[in-house]
């Protein structure tokens, strides 16, 4: 029976301008290559497809979004990885929102990358299962600050949509293993996941600045399986229990809220590499449309240090002068 392991991470919580996006991306694990229920270093595993570097043509990079995506060279890397993953989902995935993809790599390379990815997967017997986007537009992002009061609750509502999916979908009689990173500075994360899943028991196995795990069983009678686990995978026993225990109880979910995930947990590093795509895709549309109006216009990553002042001085009189609301444009925190 095979595991999974899920990654989430976002992009674009800082922004003035356009989209937050959440994502989930999933891979399956057949149990062959779990070691005492640690997943394997994908890194390692895809090492003829994948790298952590930007390094040019028939490799795919994975790494943290940040260090991939540089505006002065735009989204050719990050759409090279985004877009071949979401074509092993759908080989005809060519259009979003308006755009045609790619809009920046080649295409005959996305084809070889999907193909040569492909393969590597099944030479490894891993499988990539979902890539889960939540694009939240400046207009739903301030309706959740009205409701929250501050961005971090409402970026854990986001985000806890996505992990609900996960369980959802992936969890039954299965050993799911979701790797997320850390909301800001925040290290408890139990009272969110009590009022996310009510239903269910959570066990905190370790909370500390660097890492907060959690297991997430569908009954009290797994609340023995808690013991020492340093590094955010469930306890042993919690094998036993979920390979042979009861009939009652079903799988576990371990979760951890990593610092910097990013950097090191490959599925966190894809998830944010997902978000900043379709972050950017969002950002593309919305610099011509703004173009389009005011031909001197130039683009802007809608973050403070290059959009503050372009707001104030373009932007808001166009808004004006076509009778748009703000608040469908404009964050407010």
């Known amino acids: 029976m095979p595991s999974y392991l899920v990654g989430i991470d976002e992009a674009g919580y800082g922004p003035q301008l356009g989209p937050l996006v959440v994502t989930a991306v999933v891979f399956e694990i057949p149990d062959a290559l779990l070691v005492s229920n640690n997943p394997p270093c994908l890194w390692k ?46 080989p005809e995935y060519s259009h979003y929102d308006g755009l045609t993809l790619p809009v920046s790599a080649e295409p005959s390379e996305i084809t070889q990358l ?13 499988r990539f299962c979902d890539a889960k ?18 961005k971090a609750d409402f970026l854990w509502e986001v985000s806890s949509e996505l992990i609900r999916h996960c369980l959802e979908k992936y969890n039954s009689n299965n050993l ?45 009678s797994l609340s023995s399986v808690a013991s020492a686990c340093t590094d955010g995978a469930l306890p042993p026993k919690a094998s ?33 590499i997902f978000s900043k795509y379709y972050r950017e895709l969002a950002m593309l549309k919305l610099n011509n449309f703004f173009c389009s ?11 403070p240090v290059d959009s503050k002042k372009a707001i104030r001085r373009k932007i808001v009189p166009l808004l004006n002068q076509l009778k748009l609301d703000r608040d469908n444009f404009i964050r407010k925190r």
Do not use: W
Request: one cysteine or more; aromatic letters at 8%.
């Open 293 to 303: 109006y005011i031909p001197s216009f130039k683009p802007i990553s809608g973050y």
């Open 176 to 220: 799911l293993i979701i790797k997320a990173g850390k909301h800001g500075g925040r290290n408890y994360y139990a009272s969110h996941l009590g009022k996310t899943f009510p239903d269910k028991t959570i066990i905190p196995i370790r909370q500390s600045f660097d890492i907060s795990s959690y297991t997430i069983n569908s009954t009290n």
């Open 114 to 126: 999907v193909q040569s990815l492909k393969e590597e997967l099944a030479h490894h017997s891993l």
């Open 133 to 150: 986007v939540r694009v939240v537009s400046p207009v739903e992002f301030n309706h959740g600050i009205q409701r929250h009061l501050n």
């Open 240 to 272: 036993l229990v979920l390979r042979g225990g009861a009939p009652e109880c079903v799988a576990n979910t371990c979760i951890s809220f990593i610092k910097d995930g990013d950097s090191s947990e490959f599925v966190i590093a894809l998830a944010s």
């Open 45 to 90: 595993k895809l090492s003829n497809i994948i790298t952590v570097k930007k390094v040019g043509n028939h490799l795919l990079a994975v790494c943290d979004s940040k260090a991939l995506y540089q505006p002065r060279v735009g989204i050719k890397e990050i759409e090279k990885t985004a877009l071949t993953f979401m074509r092993l989902l759908n």
